[in-house]
Antibody, heavy 125, light 107 residues
Framework: EVQMVQSGAEVRKPGATVKISCTVS????????LHWVRQAPGKGLEWMGR????????IYADNFQGRLTMTADTSRNTAYMELRGLTSEDTAVYYC??????????????????WGQGTLVAVSS | EVVLTQSPDFQSVTPKETVTITCRAS??????LHWYQQKPDQSPKLLIK???QSFSGVPSRFSGSGSGTDFTLTINSLEAEDAATYYC?????????FGQGTKLEIK
């Protein structure tokens, strides 16, 4: 069974950094891109970017250029999302999602059929 | 960036009605458009992939259509459990985006 288990809620002060983990099971991390999506309280879904765990290549949304880093430890089947320079506008639930597991390794894999449980990041002074 | 605009933002409907939600893309994305349902305090759930392909386990009352820039999600014979927010999502460009969401209230 495909599962993603994310790390627990975090509280940070403005200007700080947060790093969230996403440990996958039921498939091999390197088989699919790993995406991150966030949702501010009462707001919609926002795609942040994606990581190719096989070679470390990343694509980030323009909104996060320069302060977002996605990495993976394939030996632990775990992906990480680090966001720096936090402001109150970064308060949100952060989700990880592999790219289209149902499409198989060949694809197409543009959809999100599995999601992590979400990690709340609260930024407050 | 491909901007996805959903309409309406909110709709209140009665059970057994049919609802149509539209999603318009700012540029052509082929059929790379997917639909999700999200209930409060839950992760989103995939309903439709690639514009019209039903995802496994999703009730048959959910269907999708469209290509290029105009897409629709149709929910036939609404049930109380369909109360949720629905999002479209595009993977037709390098940087993915989501629509702003459509909140569906069941009277």
């Amino acid at each position: 069974e495909v599962q993603m288990v994310q790390s627990g809620a975090e509280v940070r002060k403005p200007g700080a950094t947060v790093k969230i983990s996403c440990t996958v099971s039921g498939y091999t991390l390197t088989d699919y891109y790993l995406h991150w999506v966030r949702q501010a309280p009462g707001k919609g879904l926002e795609w942040m970017g994606r990581l190719d765990p096989d070679d470390g290549e990343t694509i980030y949304a323009d909104n996060f250029q320069g302060r977002l880093t996605m990495t993976a430890d394939t030996s632990r089947n775990t992906a990480y999302m680090e966001l720096r320079g936090l402001t109150s506008e970064d308060t949100a639930v952060y989700y990880c999602a592999p790219g289209g597991v149902a499409g198989g390794p060949v694809g197409p894999n543009g959809f999100f059929d599995y999601w992590g449980q979400g990690t709340l990041v609260a930024v407050s002074s | 960036e491909v901007v996805l605009t959903q309409s309406p933002d909110f709709q209140s409907v009665t059970p057994k009605e049919t609802v149509t939600i539209t999603c318009r893309a700012s540029q052509s994305i082929g059929s790379s458009l997917h639909w999700y349902q999200q209930k409060p305090d839950q992760s989103p759930k995939l309903l439709i992939k690639y514009a019209s392909q039903s995802f496994s386990g999703v009730p048959s009352r959910f269907s999708g259509s469209g290509s290029g820039t105009d897409f629709t999600l149709t929910i036939n014979s609404l049930e109380a459990e369909d109360a949720a927010t629905y999002y479209c999502h595009q993977s037709g460009s390098l940087r993915y985006t989501f629509g702003q969401g459509t909140k569906l209230e069941i009277k």
